[in-house]
């Protein structure tokens, strides 16, 4: 397989509208256990997140922009309020369907969501203290990767972080083989792999960002764009 450049023909079957929705919706079911297995975010939480949660009279605000599931949210939220933190924690995608489910779940009352895209909340002129976004990236076509990124950055109060895969032999071999096994009777597999072809590396990443964000890796096999206000 070529993995030397972008297979930006790909197309992901949940972003199908027609795709099986029994699928679909294992699929954002199965994003929080996968959320939950890579230990990435709770990482990045602690070293990036945390040091900045200095008020604890104060409820900061987070936007997770693509926000699938929900998943990411929640996690986010345990971690903080373990620590004694107050968040005030919105989701956006501009998926219906993605928000639907997320909408019929459970939530902490802290917890929203909302169907739209970044560049239509960046145009309200709102501010988050932080702004997360996971596994998006490489939906973004490359001619608008450049503009997503300034609505990111209008987005931002604070920090903001944006996690994708890296495109890498080994990071495929390695994640079939993970998600044959845990992930079954959803799109996780068959879509993680074709995310991975159409993903970036961090050689890509770093020759494309504005100089106001930095890159870097993390394991396992992904990229952590950060944006510091």
Not at 12 to 21: I, K, L, S, V
Not at 37 to 45: A, I, M, N, T
Not at 75 to 88: F, K, M, P, Q, T
Request: proline residues 5%.
């Amino acid at each position: 397989m070529n993995m030397s450049r972008r297979a930006t023909g790909l197309r992901e079957r949940m972003d199908d509208p027609n795709c099986d929705p029994d699928l679909l919706q294992n699929t954002y079911r199965q994003f929080d256990r996968l959320n939950h297995l890579l230990p990435g975010w709770r990482r990045v939480y602690v070293s990036l997140i945390r040091p900045l949660l200095t008020d604890r009279n104060r409820r900061y605000s987070v936007l997770d922009i693509g926000c699938g599931g929900g998943g990411l949210l929640r996690e986010v939220h345990g971690w903080a309020a373990r620590d004694g933190h107050r968040l005030s924690l919105l989701g956006i995608d501009e998926d219906p369907r993605a928000v639907a489910f997320s909408a019929a779940r459970q939530w902490p009352e802290e917890i929203s969501f909302v169907h739209t895209g970044s560049g239509a909340m960046a145009q309200t002129g709102k501010l988050f203290d932080f702004v997360i976004c996971n596994h998006v990236l490489h939906h973004v076509p490359e001619e608008s990767f450049s503009s997503f990124l300034d609505d990111v950055g209008a987005l931002t109060r604070n920090l903001a972080l944006i996690c994708d895969p890296l495109r890498s032999r080994c990071g495929y071999a390695l994640f079939g083989c993970f998600a044959s096994v845990l992930f079954r009777r959803s799109f996780i597999r068959e879509d993680g792999l074709l995310s991975i072809r159409r993903s970036y590396t961090l050689a890509e990443l770093r020759a494309t960002m504005p100089p106001a964000w930095s890159v870097r890796s993390l394991a396992p096999f992904r990229a952590l764009l950060v944006l510091r206000k």
